[in-house]
């Protein structure tokens, strides 16, 4: 697995996995083992099975999908991006399958053509506004997928942003995937805005070239993520000392008091953190400065010279007060130790 694959999937885990919107798809998988939908998979059964494990079963799933397509994605997106969402799933899942080695890639087209007939078989019975099911051998599944990430993308974004404000730590792994986001939507511009035929049609992604803030964007705080994950690392290795634990729960309690430094998108205020820095990196500039100058340069002989003459008079301070301490010894003994020589007169 590639770094952006890995990158794909962490976001999809993290971040996508848990919003309401994105766990539409899961309600499109839902099973349909022979229910009354797999009618309208009958004929095209045995050539399914032949191509692929399960493609029968996900026959049934698009069938079901395509008649209460409605009901399953009312009240949770507009109903203008119901036949996007229907076409993005069903491309997504054969892409799935292409990628587990559970369908050859010389059977795509195979495939997606017996989908498009039980789609007019469908379409010609009494179900009244079912989708359009857009097969175009010109748009590849890689391409298709691009474009699914594009629309999850914007589709959640909302959801997206909220819950990165709320756990900063998410923040290498949306800058990462945007990157790539980024570089889908150019993809997307190139193949939908110049009229390319690679462009599915009859699902309105053209109306996306208009929207000049179609791609929004979080300027996320890596440096913040980073510090919150080194600090989550300290918590879970001081966790069995309780006296370290309340120090770095005084720590981390600090940075969950509200602060008014956030700005609409969550953003918060470096200010104060560039000014340590600069602080810091002065400081920095200062002592190595004072270094090259006191090793390479004549100031430097001129200080040392400095030191070493105070070291000497120093020195010679110290010797001149023993030689004197020593002479009052000496005048000490002589006082307490000679004899007085007293001259006797006998009288």
Known sequence: MDDLEKNHNDFQEKILKELSKYQLYEKLNEDCDNCEHCTYCKNVESSLNKH????????????????????????????????????????????????ANEISDNNIGFILTRLLQVHYKIESSSKPNICDFNYNPKTDLILWEKFK????????????????????????????????????????????????????????????????????????????????EVLQDEREKHLGNPQEGNRLHSVTSSSLVPRNDINEDGITNNADYYSKLGVCLSFLGVL???????????????????????????????????????????????????AYKIKYVPS
Do not use: M
């Open 149 to 228: 990430d594009l629309y999850d993308y914007t589709l959640n974004f909302k959801d997206i942003k909220s819950k990165i404000v709320n756990d900063n730590t998410l923040c290498p792994i949306y800058l990462k995937y945007l990157t790539y986001i980024e570089s889908a939507y150019e993809n997307f511009k190139n193949e939908c805005c110049n009229n390319s035929e690679k462009c599915p049609n009859n699902i309105n992604l053209k109306e996306w070239c208009s929207k000049h803030d179609f791609l929004l964007k979080l300027s996320c705080e890596e440096s913040k993520a980073i510090t919150e």
């Open 288 to 338: 190595s400065t004072f270094f090259y100058f006191y090793n390479f340069t004549t100031f430097g002989n001129w200080i040392r010279s400095k030191i070493l003459k105070n070291k000497i008079n120093v020195k010679l301070d110290e010797d001149t007060q023993k030689l004197l301490l020593h002479e009052l010894n000496n005048v000490d003994e002589n006082l307490y130790s000679d």
């Open 52 to 99: 692929g494990k399960d493609l029968y079963k996900l026959c049934c799933i698009f069938a079901k999908n395509l008649i209460t397509l409605t009901n399953i994605l009312k009240n949770e997106i507009v109903e203008d991006d119901h036949c996007k969402h229907f076409n993005f799933w069903i491309h997504y899942e054969i892409r799935k399958r292409l990628k």
